[in-house]
């Protein structure tokens, strides 16, 4: 018995360690910004509102503060994504994605006229549930202008999100089943700088 055990726990072991391997594997994570330009991004043809800097992309109001979404090519349902962003003073951003459309919101909802980076937006009768909420967002992030990095995995219907390496907000919802592009927004009607770099992502 005694010699047992001890091999017991060396397979339990190694099983982990296989599975994590694995897990890692099937979530490796690619660059969807290059960093030189927009490739692989869908952009409006007139394009005033999104430009890339070295290893930077940038995303800013233009004279009539029009509302404008940066869509990938590629479409994502069960995914991860991870990237840093930074602003400073008050923005209205976010990450859209699945469909029909839900958002991880960055910085001031324009409703609710508070910081809700971190949160899950569903829309605007159901607006930001309560479940989705990360209350702790402001302990977790760096101050203004500092850069903070974001992980958002949906797979299935759940969806988390992770600020500079700690959960902050776990959200499940049945009604957001469909593939979609991922998107960044810029809000209309006020004025707004965002700047993300070491956008990654990976289909789960």
């Known amino acids: 018995m005694r010699k047992i055990l001890p091999l017991v726990v060396m397979l339990v072991l190694m099983g982990q360690t296989v599975f994590a391997a694995e897990s890692a594997a099937a979530t490796k994570l690619e660059p969807i910004f290059n960093g ?19 290893g930077v992309l940038i995303g800013e109001s233009d004279a009539k503060l029009t509302e404008n979404y940066l869509w990938t090519e590629k479409e994502y349902g069960d995914f991860v994504l991870e990237f840093d962003v930074r602003w400073t003073g008050e923005i209205d951003s976010g990450v859209e994605l699945r469909k029909p459309s839900m958002q991880l ?19 605007r009768v159901a607006g930001y549930p309560e479940a989705g909420q990360a209350k702790d967002a402001a302990k977790l992030m760096h101050p203004d202008g500092q850069w903070n990095s974001f992980r958002l995995e949906a797979v299935g219907p759940n969806f988390t999100v992770w ?42």
């Open 105 to 123: 919101q960055l910085g001031v909802s324009r409703s609710l006229k508070r910081d809700m980076s971190g949160s899950f937006y569903v829309g």
């Open 36 to 54: 030189k330009d927009l490739t692989g991004w869908k952009s409006p043809d007139a394009n005033p509102f999104w430009r890339a800097e070295p």
């Open 163 to 204: 600020i500079n390496g700690q959960k902050a907000a776990q959200y499940r919802d049945e009604k957001f089943p469909g593939a979609a592009p991922l998107g960044l927004q810029i809000h209309g009607g006020l004025k707004m700088k965002v700047e993300y770099r070491n956008l990654r992502a990976a289909a789960r």
